[in-house]
């Protein structure tokens, strides 16, 4: 009873705080959606229609529904998948699209489209991050969940690219950009990674990490491929 009379009153307490944070959080996130409404490009099945294709193409043979896509301008290799006042978004930025498509192929991007809706696909963005991030203080558990998570995406790039090659190669421009991406010799890359993935400082390094090691991750995606059924390459 005690216990109860305790968490009762530390409630109290603390929901105006709870509230502001909440409301805070959700103003944070119209604004958000406003800025990339108003400022990216949505992909639509006539904008951008390869990569509407490949998406609506993948959500459609895993079942699910095909979150908002965006893409916009920006210098920083990067793409991400985040929910929108309960609307599931994806937003590409332009780096890592170019960077791709430079020397690459619609099957490269698809691993990267794939990666993030993966991401939904797989609950990451919701009551899971929630829980994750209220626990962010046990920060080496979270960085361990979210490396996981990244592993668990790197898979489902992979089905939606349908290529091994391709998801490498696309995991190879995370590496190297994409002038040289299609240059690199990925068994070698491979055993790279085995020669120094069990060092101390490699290890502790990834402690530290919200993303695996990218060699790690190319290597994971020849055992990925194995159990998958994925062909090592698609012409």
């Known amino acids: 009873m005690i216990g109860v009379t305790l968490f009762l009153t530390l409630f109290w307490r603390f929901l105006p705080l709870l509230l502001v944070i909440f409301i805070g959080t959700q103003?944070?996130?119209?604004?958000?959606?406003?800025?990339?409404?108003?400022?990216?490009?949505?992909?639509?099945?006539?904008?951008?229609?390869?990569?509407?294709r490949m998406a609506a193409a993948f959500a459609e043979r895993l079942g699910y529904p095909l979150?908002?896509?965006?893409?916009?301008?920006?210098?920083?290799?990067?793409?991400?998948?985040?929910?929108l006042l309960g609307q599931p978004v994806v937003v590409l930025h332009s780096m890592a699209v170019?960077?791709?498509?430079?020397?690459?192929?619609?099957?490269?991007?698809?691993?990267?489209v794939g990666h993030e809706l993966g991401h939904h696909y797989a609950g990451h963005l919701g009551w899971r991050q929630v829980v994750a991030e209220w626990g962010a203080w046990m920060i080496w558990i979270y960085l361990w969940w979210s490396r996981r998570c990244e592993f668990t995406c790197d898979r489902y790039?992979?089905?939606?690219?349908?290529?091994?090659?391709?998801a490498q190669l696309a995991i190879c421009n995370m590496a190297v950009g994409g002038q040289m991406a299609s240059r690199v010799n990925i068994p070698e890359a491979v055993q790279?990674?085995?020669?120094h993935r069990t060092e101390f400082f490699v290890r502790y390094y990834a402690l530290y990490s919200t993303h695996p090691h990218t060699l790690h991750r190319l290597a994971a995606l020849s055992k990925a491929a194995d159990e998958l059924g994925v062909p090592a390459r698609t012409n």
């Open 98 to 112: 170019d960077s791709i498509l430079i020397r690459g192929d619609f099957r490269q991007l698809a691993y990267l």
């Open 192 to 195: 790279q990674w085995e020669a």
């Open 27 to 52: 103003i944070r996130k119209a604004l958000a959606r406003a800025h990339y409404r108003a400022n990216a490009v949505q992909v639509t099945a006539n904008q951008f229609p390869e990569i509407h």
């Open 67 to 83: 979150p908002t896509i965006y893409v916009i301008q920006d210098s920083i290799y990067n793409a991400f998948a985040m929910r």
């Open 157 to 166: 790039g992979l089905a939606c690219s349908e290529s091994l090659e391709s």
